[in-house]
């Protein structure tokens, strides 16, 4: 664990950013939140990680702390930006179960679908 939670760890961002991918893309997709904002909010909260290290100074744990973040949410945006273009090179349909009933507008479920990876800018 030690090794993990480390200012010298560059898994941890790594790590950091994909669970930032899945939540902002989780919330972007489910409630409609604004996805860079998110995204930046997430990769804020993942980088108090380099404040568990006691072996550095505080003003050397704020440094990190900056670069840190800002390392995850390149990650994240990244992350989000592959997933776009490789939905969109496979041009793969979406395919939304239905029971075999008369179909409502009211009971379609097109209209409230939205993509996990979408455009955060």
């Known amino acids: 664990m030690n ?3 480390s200012s010298k760890a560059m898994i941890t ?8 991918t899945t939540i902002t893309g ?4 489910m409630f409609g939140l604004p996805g860079a904002e998110t995204a930046l909010v997430f990769s ?3 980088g ?3 404040f568990a290290d006691q072996s550095v100074g505080l003003l050397y744990k704020f440094l990190l702390y900056i670069i840190s ?3 995850i949410f390149s990650v994240a945006v990244g992350l989000n930006q592959s997933g776009i ?6 041009k793969a349909e ?6 075999l009933a008369p179909v409502n507008d009211e009971d379609s479920n097109l209209s409230s679908f939205e993509p996990f990876f979408q455009e955060w800018f």
Not at 85 to 90: D, E, F, L, P, R
């Open 48 to 50: 108090f990680m380099v």
């Open 44 to 46: 804020l909260i993942f």
């Open 13 to 20: 961002p790594g790590v950091a950013g994909s669970a930032t």
């Open 85 to 90: 273009a490789i939905a969109k090179s496979n």
């Open 94 to 99: 979406v395919v939304i179960e239905r029971s």
């Open 3 to 5: 090794d993990f939670v």
């Open 69 to 71: 973040s800002m390392t």
């Open 26 to 29: 989780t919330l972007v997709s």
